[in-house]
């Protein structure tokens, strides 16, 4: 009976929409793309617009429009799935642990009289892997298993302390923690997570991405993949590894163009995991939810691994929330969707105020053919013509020079070495590029990542301090960008104060002191990960530092590897090809001190340079540059101030035995 009521509320609303004449012809040379769309039979029609059509289109739909076979517009509505509702998280009425034998029992009063679908517990213990048990009473005395065990753990950054319910009301819990393989640990409390709503997997899609790139820095493995459009509303994003135990935190963001320079913004963040072990379930999680709606095409996967391997990921899945177009056709034939007119104001049909009603509306298997450049398009993309130049410049003030390479012509990446940035200023403000005396205008991205380079040190005996270890450890350059540095040990058992420090002179006095640059308690057992990092305060000066510690009474303690990390910066900018077809080399110059930061027109089009596909350009192999003149040797020499000391000192010694001898009485004549 229900679902014959709805066939005839269905079939009343299309004879409304029926009602609803076919607009005015368009003129449609103001729209860049078209998507053809055969309909088999007239009647009312709900399909979800794939991502291509979305990226083609604005952000938020203004520029679509439909035409029927003869070119008429059609007007339409749009419908998205009903919202998600995400639980109330709430304290529990009562929370009490206790041991009963070999096992941790929690007594949790929930206080709720409503549908329970979570409970997260809180410890302090750093670092576990626990099996558990749930069960479920209303009175306390009669209690149900759930069917499955869980598993809490909180190992290498990341944590599992959530435990599912089953969603329906539950007066009281009881969490069984066993702690036969491994010593029990303390929890404090708990967070109950009531009611919510989320998406049932029939209101999304499957999602097809594809990884467009796979880079590793120190730490972390980042991702790149291509959603097929922009503005995707990204439900969930799955990955599939053959792994068999792994616990790594994962964030999803995507570049965006700030204050003149391109930054990352966090779209999300979660945890995959997969645990089993004696007395564990084998369980996993290799699942993010995310529920946004993603502005660019590419999306950045950053899966941070800490000190452990790289994962081995052999594909990356994803599920979206649709965004469902619904409208009456009222012949078959070949209709077609528009998109990409910048102008276009958002479009007013009778029909949009029927969205939350035809929302039940069963979906088609309609689905729109391949966005393509409609015939007749007037207007010009933003990078379909010639870029933008910059003004002349005499790069005569500039110390550095490295030749910069191109594949293919269009929008370049090109990532910058240590030595480009230990040469340039902090915030690269002095960094051009030239061709042919002309600037070619860029984009700075500073990304929140680092690359790693090991870093040759050795032993250095303290004579007068026996029981104090000291290591010599060499910085590729002077003056490198080092934000930290990653020690490694053999030495099984040992707790040490450690100081990361280096020697400078000082300018005026010629003096030399000692600068902290990093200060920290090295703590190592056998079951724990033997490394350190250490967080350097400020940027180094010179190419020596010195890490030392205090052993007293117990045996030194050995290194077995030291290793450094500098950030990520990258140029972006587009290349045109020269005269015969061919890929241009430019000039990339730096080391400028006084040197202020561009200010170019390329900034207009920064989204659709983040976006559009990118060749890697690669820099010459060129050693570092050389000073061009004899003071500037003197400076990079380290020794400018010892000379200003000593040719001080001789010029005052000089000036004052002048005034002595003119002081002297003179030499009586022989006259």
């Known amino acids: 009976m229900i679902r014959r009521n709805r066939e005839r509320w269905l079939t009343s609303l299309g004879a409304v929409l029926l009602a609803v004449p076919s607009l005015r012809a368009l003129e449609t040379e103001a729209w860049q793309f078209r998507q053809t769309l055969r309909v088999e039979q007239p009647g009312l029609i709900k399909l979800a617009l794939p991502p291509a059509t979305l990226g083609a289109a604005r952000p938020n739909l203004e520029d679509l429009r439909l035409l029927d076979p003869r070119g008429s517009e059609v007007p339409y509505t749009l419908t998205q799935p009903a919202p998600t509702a995400p639980p109330t998280t709430r304290a529990p009425a009562g929370f009490?642990?206790?041991?009963?034998?070999?096992?941790?029992?929690?007594?949790?009063?929930?206080?709720?009289?409503?549908?329970?679908?979570?409970?997260?517990?809180?410890?302090?213990?750093?670092?576990?892997?626990?099996?558990?048990?749930?069960?479920?009473?209303?009175?306390?005395?009669?209690?149900?298993?759930?069917?499955?065990?869980a598993t809490l753990f909180r190992q290498f950054g990341a944590e599992q302390l959530r435990l599912e319910l089953p969603g329906r009301p539950a007066a009281r819990l009881r969490v069984t923690i066993d702690d036969r393989r491994t010593r029990a640990i303390p929890f404090t409390g708990a967070l109950l997570h009531a009611g919510g709503r989320e998406a049932p997997t029939e209101e999304t899609r499957p999602l097809e991405v594809r990884v467009l790139?796979?880079?590793?820095?120190?730490?972390?493995?980042?991702?790149?993949?291509?959603?097929?459009?922009?503005?995707?509303?990204?439900?969930?994003?799955?990955?599939?590894?053959?792994?068999?135990?792994?616990?790594?935190?994962?964030?999803?963001a995507v570049r965006e163009f700030r204050e003149e320079a391109a930054v990352?913004?966090?779209?999300?963040?979660?945890?995959?995991?997969?645990?089993?072990?004696?007395?564990?379930?084998?369980?996993?999680?290799?699942?993010?939810?995310?529920?946004?709606?993603?502005?660019?095409?590419?999306?950045?996967?950053?899966?941070?691994?800490?000190?452990?391997?790289?994962?081995?990921?052999?594909?990356i899945t994803a599920r979206q929330s649709p965004r469902w177009l619904v409208f009456h056709a009222a012949v078959a034939g070949d209709f077609a969707l528009l998109t990409g007119n910048a102008q276009a104001?958002?479009?007013?049909?009778?029909?949009?105020?029927?969205?939350?009603?035809?929302?039940?509306?069963?979906?088609?298997?309609?689905?729109p053919g391949p966005v393509t450049r409609q015939p007749g398009y007037r207007a010009t993309a933003p990078l379909g013509g010639r870029f933008p130049r910059g003004s002349a410049l005499d790069p005569a003030p500039w110390s550095g020079r490295r030749t910069v390479q191109l594949a293919t012509a269009g929008v370049q990446q090109l990532d910058l070495d240590l030595g480009i940035l230990t040469h340039s200023q902090p915030g690269l403000a002095d960094l051009r590029l030239l061709k042919d005396g002309l600037q070619v205008p860029y984009l700075l991205e500073r990304p929140p990542l680092a690359r790693a380079v090991a870093?040759?040190?050795?032993a250095e005996p303290v004579p007068k301090r026996p029981q104090v270890s000291?290591?010599?450890?060499?910085?590729?350059?002077?003056?490198?960008?080092?934000?930290?540095?990653?020690?490694?040990?053999?030495?099984?058992?040992?707790?040490?104060?450690?100081?990361?420090?280096?020697?400078?002179?000082d300018a005026r006095r010629g003096e030399v002191t000692e600068r902290t640059l990093a200060t920290a308690t090295w703590s190592h057992r056998p079951d724990q990960a033997a490394s350190l990092t250490l967080s350097l305060s400020a940027r180094p000066q010179g190419s020596v530092l010195l890490l030392e510690t205090d052993n007293g009474d117990n045996p030194p303690i050995e290194l077995a590897s030291v290793q450094a990390a500098y950030p990520v910066a990258r140029m972006l900018f587009a290349a045109e090809a020269d005269a015969n077809g061919g890929t241009p080399e430019l000039t990339l110059c730096f080391g400028n001190p006084k040197a202020a930061a561009p200010r170019y027109d390329l900034a207009l089009i920064a989204p659709q340079i983040l976006v559009a596909e990118k060749s890697v350009a690669r820099l010459a192999s060129e050693g570092p540059p050389a000073p061009t003149s004899w003071t500037q040797r003197l400076w990079a020499s380290g020794g400018a101030a010892r000379w200003i000391f000593w040719v001080s000192l001789a010029a005052v010694v000089g000036g004052l035995l002048l005034v002595v001898a003119k002081l002297l009485p003179k030499p009586p004549s022989n006259r």
């Open 455 to 458: 870093i040759e040190f050795h």
């Open 96 to 149: 009490q642990a206790s041991l009963a034998g070999e096992f941790t029992q929690l007594l949790i009063e929930t206080g709720l009289a409503g549908p329970l679908v979570g409970v997260t517990l809180a410890t302090p213990s750093p670092s576990f892997l626990k099996g558990a048990q749930v069960e479920l009473s209303q009175d306390g005395e009669r209690w149900e298993k759930l069917p499955t065990g």
């Open 345 to 367: 104001a958002s479009p007013r049909y009778d029909v949009a105020a029927l969205a939350a009603a035809l929302r039940a509306t069963p979906p088609s298997a309609l689905v």
């Open 264 to 315: 990352e913004r966090t779209l999300g963040a979660g945890t995959i995991w997969r645990v089993a072990g004696e007395g564990v379930p084998s369980t996993s999680s290799l699942e993010i939810p995310v529920g946004v709606t993603v502005p660019a095409q590419e999306m950045l996967v950053r899966v941070t691994n800490g000190d452990s391997p790289p994962l081995a990921l052999e594909q």
């Open 470 to 505: 000291r290591w010599r450890c060499l910085l590729p350059r002077a003056g490198s960008p080092i934000l930290r540095l990653t020690l490694v040990s053999p030495t099984p058992l040992f707790q040490r104060d450690l100081r990361l420090y280096e020697r400078v002179t």
């Open 213 to 252: 790139r796979r880079d590793e820095y120190a730490g972390e493995t980042v991702l790149t993949v291509d959603l097929g459009g922009a503005n995707v509303t990204l439900a969930r994003l799955a990955v599939a590894t053959s792994e068999p135990l792994l616990a790594r935190p994962v964030t999803l």
